[in-house]
């Protein structure tokens, strides 16, 4: 158990907001902003984090800088997800994750040439939150329980705890619940039908399930019980726009159609009903 935070001063990155994010979710201990002592090294019950040279986890360091220039891109971020056990995971679950580490060790113009996309793209994609949450989290010396930006970063924390968590057990209960159909126009689509074990969120991650399966370049379309409703929706699988499913807009069982037509409502359950709205809305 830990008993505080060190992290360095000046300016603050996605990489240790979001470490420090995750450990104050685990723990609810104050932040301080400052170089590290020897002796913050040595202690088991502070964590220091993205400074001090050292990446040690039974003291609770986590810093990267020390790594070849040329080593993994890993920062602060990727060692606490490693202590916590979820590193594997989140890579595969959050695919934020893999840019935040290239950019924090690599830079923005190695970045973008990774990416494939113009270095001006990268300040494009920056947001509002961002800067503030950043620029707030880098311009106080220390945080404690109770204040704001604190608690915002107890929540990121928790939340991205809870997904990548949750989503292991999410792929386990569709790779138990959901049916690969094969349509007769030589594609497949993945069927989640409605069952008392349904969460809220049952849909969530059947994309992500089926690129597990290898079956990305096969299945057009996802079905899942609707949540507004005892229906279900229809949505393209990566956006294939062979589903067209404005073609089904004005079916008596057919109650929503979005004009761009990448997903569907139905008040239809039947598996068959089903496969033939399906079949009316593929157009090659």
Partial sequence: MIRQIVVHPGGAHKDDFLACALLIAEHGVPIFRREPTPEDLADVEIAVVDVGLEWDEAKMNFDHHQFPRDAEPLCALSLVL???????????????????????????????????????????????????????????????????????MKMVGEDLIKFVRGMKKQLAFLAENTEIWEMGFGKKVLFMPRTELLRE??????GRYVEDLGLQDEVVAMIYPDRRGEGYGMSRFNDDKRMEFTKVG???????????????????????????????????
């Fill in 201 to 206: 969120d049952g849909a969530m991650g059947m």
């Fill in 82 to 152: 490693k202590h916590m056990g979820i590193y594997e995971e989140t890579r595969k679950f959050c695919d934020w994750l893999e840019v935040a580490e290239y950019i924090d060790t690599r830079g923005p113009n190695d970045t973008a040439k990774w990416l494939g996309i113009e270095r001006e793209a990268m300040s494009k994609l920056n947001s509002p939150v961002d800067i503030t949450l950043l620029r707030r989290f880098a311009g106080s010396t220390e945080h404690q329980p109770g204040e704001p930006i604190y608690e915002v």
């Fill in 250 to 284: 004005e079916e008596a069982d057919v109650h929503f159609a979005h004009n761009k037509g990448f997903i569907a409502k139905t008040s239809a359950s039947d598996p068959e009903r089903l496969r033939e709205l399906l079949n009316t809305s593929w157009i090659g």
